[in-house]
């Protein structure tokens, strides 16, 4: 996605502003934005999800959005966010190695396939939180900014930390170690694994069935976590840049 064009800042043209509680006015915007996008993205998803996972995802999805860390100095958020992005990232893949390990010839597969298409599941809807926690920590972050007392100018500096921390970093870990880096071990290991490697030694249209069942999970979650985490990116740079626009 191609960056709108960057503001070029002008100190010499930044006009005071007309009331002086202007960037407390801003700040509850902020926050206001940042509810409405969390909701119509939790508004969306849920549609797309199974009916038999309704509750039970929505369940978990507003026990991770209630116990975000918020923090309380802009120092805090670079580190609230790289660990809750390193932290999440880190118990799916080691719930990814545990499967592996266990589901390791066709044999296993066909008796724990619903073990695998559970952890599907999970990739998806915690990819999911994690991203709806995203919105949260930009909304904290702009708080945090519009409500000091640094000058403007300071302020449109400093609101490049959702795009830096953010926009960028954050979603290049989803990017590199969820979407490049499990779903596609996982297509290695099953897909093109255990599953290819018994094509002569099984019934071929039981095969064929398995080999393309697995596929088609495969490939729906994989492009359910591309739309989530894109879809993401596309709000929260939009809120930064038009942010940053209004400070200017």
């Known amino acids: 996605m191609e960056k709108k064009e960057e503001v070029n800042l002008n100190e010499g043209n930044v006009k005071k502003p007309i009331y002086k509680k202007w960037w407390f006015i801003v700040g509850i915007i902020v926050i206001i934005v940042a509810i409405i996008i969390g909701i ?36 805090e958020i670079e580190g609230i966010v ?32 619903e073990k695998v298409e559970t952890y599907y599941d999970k990739i998806q809807s915690t990819t999911e939180q994690l991203c709806i926690r995203l919105y949260a920590y930009s909304a904290n972050c702009a708080e945090l900014i519009l409500s000091s007392s640094k000058e403007y100018k300071d302020k449109y500096d400093d609101l490049e930390m959702i795009n830096d ?12 170690r969820i979407y490049d880096g499990i779903l596609k071990d996982m297509e290695d290991t099953f897909y093109d694994g255990i599953i290819k490697d018994a094509e002569d030694t099984v019934s071929y249209s039981d095969w064929y069935d398995t080999r393309s069942n697995e596929y088609d999970i495969w490939y729906d979650t994989r492009s359910e976590v591309y739309e989530i985490y894109y879809d993401t990116g596309s709000d929260i740079y939009e809120f930064y840049y038009d942010l940053r626009g209004d400070v200017y």
Do not use: C, G, H, P
């Open 82 to 113: 790289s660990t809750d992005v390193e932290s999440t990232i880190n118990e799916l893949n080691t719930e990814w190695e545990k499967l592996k390990q266990e589901v390791n010839t066709y044999d296993v597969y066909l008796n724990e396939v």
């Open 40 to 75: 119509i993205f939790l508004t969306n998803n849920d549609e797309v999800q199974d009916n038999s996972n309704n509750t039970s995802t929505t369940t978990t999805n507003n026990t991770e959005v209630s116990n975000i860390k918020e923090a309380k100095t802009l120092e």
């Open 165 to 176: 921390i953010i926009y960028e970093n954050a979603r290049e870990e989803i990017n590199d």
